[in-house]
């Protein structure tokens, strides 16, 4: 199983190194030593503690997509019945299409905070290659 650096882990898990090393401090992660002697943490682990914090965070109601990424409106597009707006999370910008109703309905502008709600049919995954 691989091994994460604890800033590895936090980069994997969407926060700062300091949230990964008081998580271990508390005992929420277990860390162990590497050949170098840095501390690490086996993937399984991060993997295991990640569903955890994601099943436990739901909002209100109950809805079929599980994907629930919070972020802030960075940018709104509006032309004729569209609008096109952009959510970043951490280092990932999301893009949705709506309608302009909708956008103004939400009251959609930059600084906003949002949660976007992902429910798809296709997903592809990419990993890192190993080395």
């Known amino acids: 199983m691989p ?16 949230t990964v090393r008081r998580w271990v401090a508390q005992k929420l ?3 162990d ?26 909002g ?13 409106v960075t940018e ?3 032309d004729g019945l569209m609008a096109q707006v952009e959510v970043t999370a951490g280092r990932f910008r999301l893009t949705s299409l ?5 956008a103004e309905e939400m009251g959609l502008q930059p600084g906003v905070a ?11 995954i990419e990993t890192e290659s190993a080395g």
């Open 33 to 58: 030593a590497d050949g170098a002697g840095r501390q690490v943490i086996d993937g399984a682990e991060i993997a295991a503690f990640a569903r955890e914090r994601a099943s436990s965070g739901s």
């Open 98 to 102: 709506m309608s302009r109703d909708a």
């Open 114 to 124: 949002a949660t976007v709600v992902v429910k798809a049919t296709n997903a592809i």
């Open 60 to 72: 209100g109601g109950r809805v079929s997509a599980r994907n629930r990424i919070r972020g802030i």
């Open 3 to 18: 091994q994460f650096r604890l800033s590895q882990a936090a980069d994997l898990l969407g926060v700062s190194d300091d």
């Open 29 to 31: 992660l277990v860390a």
């Open 76 to 78: 709104v597009q509006k």
